[in-house]
């Protein structure tokens, strides 16, 4: 039995980055003599085995052949015979193809050591064309290793899938799982561009607006450390309402994503307003977004559209929008709404009215 280190901590070490995780490939072992020495099963499609102490992973050796489109369409065998490069060969890309031993050898039979000193990402063998997922995950990883360009061979396979329509094979969650992923990364316009430069975009996402303003924003908002709705709903507020419901529909984006999306495409041009807006129209804003019962969520869709304005700036530009905003929000939330219920007790329909105009009134002298 021999056991590796494998992927991504590999690459990271190699790059001088912190290194999270651990996987490991074990070459020479069956599944019983995992078991035997305190491994614990967890692979559904192939055996896997979280070590008994430290709970990482450790994957017997496998190789993999295609039987069906898409990505789920592989059957997996694993064996003693299944040597390290036999695993290695159907990695994604020759810098998650690097192994190490126990002993810091490492086991390089791409070359991806070249290529990480080259920032390339290169496929690794023709068996990457069998798994459309791997376009999203380049597209990923140039989010995150944005200094990386894609080697030309490898976007013109990804462009021959596309052409052969193996990303409609993707299912929703996965699409999300991978754009969601890269837009928490550093560079989130890099995925972009990768997607589009292998015609991707158009296929998986053709609501979205590939344009120069669209990526500032999606970087501006990453700049910024805001949190994964605040940056989605940054990076989709160019587009209207109805483009926004569809692309969300589309990827089945979660409901705090989508929520925030719609509000930010539908209320940006109001909050770029908010200067000359009267108190009046602001408190009807604030209803609309529902800011009494979720400000959370309110100052999230100006954290947004915020994005949206300083896009191309220095972070955390000046947005005197949102500060107006906010301070209104905070002035109708402190009247007392059930107060004023109380006073209308005797005339029940005349409390929305009430509390509307009292905080009409809050919001005016908070901001005169």
Not at 50 to 67: D, G, I, N, S, V
Not at 136 to 164: C, G, I, K, Q, W
Request: net charge negative.
């Amino acid at each position: 039995m021999q056991i590796y280190v494998v992927g991504g901590a590999v690459r990271d070490e190699l790059l001088g980055l912190p290194v999270q995780d651990h996987d490991h490939v074990v070459v020479g072992a069956t599944p019983e003599e995992m078991v035997q020495q305190g491994f614990r099963p967890v692979g559904k499609d192939f055996p896997v085995f979280l070590h008994p102490t430290t709970h990482e992973e450790y994957a017997l050796a496998r190789t993999e052949r295609k039987t069906a489109p898409g990505y789920k369409g592989f059957v997996f065998h694993t064996s003693p015979d299944v040597t390290l490069e036999q695993d290695l060969v159907r990695r994604d890309l020759t810098i998650n193809a690097i192994a190490k031993a126990g002993d810091g050898a490492l086991i390089d039979p791409f070359n991806g050591r070249a290529d990480i000193a080259q920032r390339i990402f290169r496929h690794v063998s023709d068996a990457f064309a069998e798994d459309p997922v791997r376009i999203l995950r380049v597209a990923r990883f140039a989010a995150r290793y944005s200094d990386f360009t894609v080697a030309p061979e490898t976007n013109a396979l990804m462009r021959h899938m596309v052409e052969l329509g193996e990303v409609d094979a993707l299912v929703a969650e996965r699409v999300w799982q991978e754009v969601s992923r890269g837009l928490m990364e550093a560079a989130p316009s890099r995925m972009f561009a990768v997607l589009r430069d292998c015609g991707a975009l158009a296929r998986i996402m053709p609501e979205y607006p590939d344009d120069a303003q669209a990526m500032q924003v999606a970087d501006y908002a990453a700049a910024s450390g805001l949190d994964l709705p605040v940056r989605f709903a940054a990076w989709l507020q160019g587009l209207d309402v109805k483009a926004v419901e569809q692309l969300c529909k589309r990827l089945k984006v979660p409901a705090e994503c989508r929520d925030l999306a719609v509000m930010a495409a539908r209320e940006r041009g109001v909050v770029a307003d908010a200067l000359a807006l009267d108190a009046g129209a602001i408190v009807k804003l604030l209803e609309r977004c529902d800011g009494f019962r979720k400000p959370a969520r309110f100052s999230q869709m100006l954290q947004a559209v915020q994005a949206g304005a300083c896009a191309g700036k220095e972070a955390n530009c000046p947005y005197p929008q949102r500060a107006r905003l906010e301070a209104a929000l905070s002035a109708a939330r402190a009247v007392n709404a059930g107060g004023i219920a109380l006073s209308c007790a005797d005339n029940p329909s005349r409390i929305p009215d009430a509390v509307h105009g009292a905080r009409v009134a809050a919001v005016h002298a908070a901001l005169a």
